[in-house]
């Protein structure tokens, strides 16, 4: 589950383009990966990534984080 803000929409839709431009899918994981780091206000290691996604969703897999 991704709840994406106002501040944080407009690089999640250009993430998205990014990705669709490059040929890859726009997966709900690849979302939530792009929502956890924009909305960061510092920088987070993979770890610290996967934690806060851990408590977002059941389904997030730690591959899509690398």
Known sequence: MTIHTPATLPFIRLFGR???EQGL???QQRETVAQVV?????????DEIERVI????SDHVAG???
Do not use: E, M
Request: hydrophobic share 35%; proline share 5%.
């Open 38 to 46: 924009f909305s960061s206000t510092g920088h987070l290691s993979v």
């Open 54 to 57: 851990a408590t977002l969703s």
């Open 64 to 66: 899509t984080v690398h």
């Open 25 to 27: 899918p726009v997966t």
């Open 18 to 20: 990014y990705l669709r």
